[in-house]
């Protein structure tokens, strides 16, 4: 009995692990950009896209995740940006601001970057404007 046990224990772990959605580390300078297969250097720009089924699409920039979004935007159970202000820190996109500012050039030419709230993009003293989830998306597409 208790080797059965064990036996569901290691299985139920095994199918955890295998049905992580979460943020999947970026490999800087080692992978490409889902949508201009760039090589995605710069962890203040990053993002991804995290499907219902668990699969990862990785992007050099916001630009190119939203350019990329009209084919898994159906699918999409996470849509993650970098936090400008904590390089490296994915945040929740619907739910960030969006500074467009030329003095902040993203990987793609957009001048487009992510903040966790408006008072971070207010206080990071780059004069641009700012939108929302849904108004950046008017905008970039």
């Known amino acids: 009995m208790k080797a059965i046990i064990n036996t569901i224990a290691v299985i139920g772990l095994i199918m955890l692990i295998g049905c992580n959605s979460g943020p999947k580390p970026i490999m800087y300078g080692n992978e490409n950009c889902e949508y201009c297969?760039?090589?995605?250097?710069?962890?203040?720009?990053?993002s991804e896209?995290?499907?219902t089924k668990g699969k990862v699409y990785t992007y050099d920039s916001i630009e190119c995740m939203l350019r990329?979004?009209?084919f898994y935007a159906d699918d999409a159970e996470s849509i993650l940006v970098m936090d400008f202000k904590n390089p490296g820190t994915f945040i929740d996109a619907k739910a960030a601001v969006f500074l467009i500012s030329p003095e902040l050039p993203?990987?793609?030419g957009a001048n487009l970057t992510a903040f966790k709230s408006a008072e971070?993009?207010?206080e990071s003293g780059f004069k641009g404007t700012l939108y929302t989830w849904e108004t950046?998306?008017?905008h970039i597409n």
């Not at 297969?37 to 990053?46: L, V």
């Open 37 to 46: 297969s760039m090589t995605i250097m710069d962890d203040k720009y990053a």
């Open 49 to 51: 896209i995290i499907t």
């Open 68 to 70: 990329s979004l009209e």
């Open 106 to 108: 993203s990987p793609m």
């Open 120 to 122: 971070d993009a207010t």
């Open 136 to 138: 950046i998306r008017l």
